[in-house]
């Protein structure tokens, strides 16, 4: 009995761990880039120190020096470096002057240069399922001290009253800086898990599998994506086996974005019934007349049911979901239904010729516009024809599959790429801007390797 609790078990590890879904992987390149326009944004430096000279509730004046004041707060250095299991350890170089009255009555200034080191903890928050940094363990270290006040005076009297000083004042100025620049980079996570529209066909939202995980090189974040119908049904995703895994030729610390080819499934799930199609135009591109006289060219039994040239109506019914196949450099488009010819009779319902099984495949060319991961397609293939039905009787079906193939690829596709250009939602993190993303399709994934401004 332990023995098959254990195989469940682990059978149980391996599928969460091979979830299909979407990966995001933060190299130092955007986490950089983050923190770094977090703290110039915020000017939370600036405001810090004009802070400091005011008097607040509770908190008692320091001895020694008064009218004090902060000014000429340099820019801030930042240096970042991941902690595995932990989060990103920080480091914020900059200085100062504190000014004010000293002990001796007379007017003083201390410049400093100092680092000030925390460890942001990366967790995930418990109410609303996002990622979320915590600063932890915040230390002020003092790289340099200058005074002016007079060099006679007793150098440990002196020395003592710069140690109280600054230790009082520096870890309370600049902590809570480091505080509001997570607080900061966290907003920019709000939007992760709100469902995205897919038209009008339903949603997509992106839920986080677990707490994001961090290695000496990067970030990881799996996310299990919530795939729902307008009505509120979820569209479950196959099971494609690995989980999506970052090729190794890219280089350490960028950053990259991993759909896998169940998610790309699912997602066009929702959009299966825009793919059904009814074409009533006798003349397309450059088709010939979409006529029974035309179609009887191919089978003749459609002369002998109508001797008198007919407009011809064309039904396309997907009837299985679409699929999304990757092989590294390629994508497909799978799509299986039926094909029907009806021929159209003035003031009466149009009569169905025959009815076809069809399978085809269409290449998939990717691209990004704004937060949308776009698809255009073309014919791969016709991969088989099959009768279904008939109103004039047997024919050989494998005669039509050059009229089928330029129908699909002058009427059908087009229709197809018009309902693709709604857009399949990418998720909404860090402002991130994919239109700068170069794209890859390796085995079972497309990979969006995302570059900064």
């Known amino acids: 009995m332990l023995r098959i609790l254990c195989l469940a078990f682990c059978g149980l590890l391996t599928r969460t761990r091979a979830d299909p879904g979407a990966l995001l992987r933060l190299g130092m390149d955007v986490m950089n880039h983050e923190v770094q326009s977090a703290m110039n944004e915020s000017h939370i430096l600036e405001k810090m120190a004009a802070e400091a000279g005011k008097k607040r509730p509770g908190v008692k004046p320091i001895k020694g020096i008064t009218n004090m004041k902060v000014k000429d707060v340099q820019r801030p250095v930042i240096t970042l ?180 080819a169940a998610f790309l499934t ?55 979901p679409p699929k999304v196949i990757m092989k590294t450099g390629k994508s497909l488009l799978q799509l299986s239904g039926t094909l029907g010819m009806f021929a159209r009779r ?35 293939r016709l991969l088989s024809l099959s009768r279904k039905s008939s109103s004039i009787g047997a024919f050989d079906e494998k005669k039509l599959t050059g009229f089928i193939t330029d129908f699909l690829q002058e009427a059908y596709i087009p229709a197809v790429n018009d309902v693709l250009q709604v857009g399949l939602p990418l998720p909404d993190f860090l402002d991130m801007n994919y239109n700068l993303a170069e794209l890859d399709i390796v085995e079972n994934t497309l990979v969006l390797d995302l570059k900064l401004d």
């Open 346 to 380: 003035r003031g009466k319902a149009p009569v169905s010729l025959f009815v076809l099984e069809a399978h085809f495949n269409l290449k998939i060319q990717y691209s990004v516009h704004e937060d949308r991961l776009q698809m255009a397609t073309s014919l791969d």
């Open 81 to 260: 470096s991941f902690t595995p299991g932990v989060g990103i350890f920080q480091c914020v170089s900059t200085g100062m002057t504190i000014t004010g009255k000293s002990f001796i009555g007379k007017n003083m200034e201390i410049i400093v240069v100092l680092n000030i080191t925390a460890t942001n903890r990366l967790l995930q928050d418990a109410k609303t399922g996002l990622p979320m940094f915590k600063s932890e363990d915040c230390e002020v270290i003092l790289v340099s001290v200058k005074t002016n006040l007079p060099s006679n005076m007793m150098p440990n009297v002196v020395n003592k009253f710069l140690d109280s000083t600054l230790h009082k004042v520096l870890p309370d100025l600049m902590c809570p800086a480091i505080d509001a620049v997570l607080v900061y980079v966290n907003r920019k996570w709000a939007n992760l898990n709100a469902p995205m529209p897919v038209g009008q066909m339903g949603s997509v939202k992106y839920v986080l599998t677990s707490i994001p995980t961090t290695t000496a090189s990067y970030i990881q974040v799996d996310f299990s994506p919530v795939v729902q119908q307008q009505e509120g049904n979820t569209i479950e995703l196959a099971d494609a086996g690995d989980a999506p895994e970052v090729p190794e030729d890219y280089a350490e610390g960028s950053s990259q974005l991993l759909l896998s």
């Open 266 to 320: 699912a997602e066009l799930a929702l959009l299966q019934k825009s793919f059904d199609l009814n074409i009533h135009d006798t003349m397309i591109g450059e088709l010939p007349p979409q006529t029974t006289e035309t179609l009887a060219g191919f089978i003749p039994e459609v002369a002998e049911a109508y001797p008198k040239p007919k407009s011809l109506v064309t039904q396309i019914r997907i009837n299985k």
